[in-house]
């Protein structure tokens, strides 16, 4: 190769830089889009799976009656509510299809055969366990649901109609008027 002069040298190098630069900026702006690509997916990936709970669960314990009541916007409709033993992580009852209005609009009398279309065979435990976790669905959309402690439930001064929530003593209209339901008002 013959020797290059000085200038077509600088050109030379010039070019090498200015080639080196363009290849770097190229390949940054290309991992820095597969990032925000990766991020905004994982993004929505999480916000559509773990959606936000719109609303409140409050319990009450009459004797060996166990109610809870769900605040649901007016056009929600319960489908499902289980009982789970939060200690033992193990399904203790199920009722599926409250056949009541009242039951459909969130106000669930648990281990009560007669108020769902179908349920669980498992009667209500002589001995409730420290603390129930109650999952309501509302269909595919979103569902709600409580961790309660029982020794809680049972020692809160319950007016008539009110509920132990962990927010504090609430009314089935106050948690019925918790959820955002895009502009219309609760019941």
Do not use: N
């Amino acid at each position: 190769m013959p020797a290059l002069r000085a200038t077509e040298l600088r050109e030379y190098a010039v070019r090498q830089r200015e080639r080196t630069i363009v290849v770097t900026a190229l390949a940054v702006s290309s991992v820095v889009v597969v990032l925000l690509a990766f991020g905004f997916w994982a993004f929505f990936l999480h916000v559509f799976s773990h959606p936000i709970s719109p609303g409140l669960v409050g319990m009450r314990i009459d004797g060996d009656t166990v109610t809870v009541k769900a605040g649901q916007c007016p056009q929600d409709r319960v489908r499902r509510v289980e009982v789970w033993d939060s200690g033992t992580e193990r399904l203790i009852w199920r009722g599926d299809r409250p056949l009541t209005e009242e039951g459909r609009r969130g106000l669930l009398p648990l281990w009560d055969g007669k108020a769902y279309g179908t349920t669980s065979a498992a009667a209500r435990p002589s001995e409730l366990p420290k603390t129930l976790d109650v999952s309501i669905d509302h269909g595919p959309e979103y569902g709600v649901s409580e961790v309660f402690d029982i020794a809680k439930v049972r020692a809160a001064a319950l007016p008539p109609g009110s509920y132990w929530t962990r927010d504090g003593v609430r009314t089935a209209e106050q948690l019925d008027g918790i959820p955002y339901c895009g502009g219309s008002s609760g019941t």
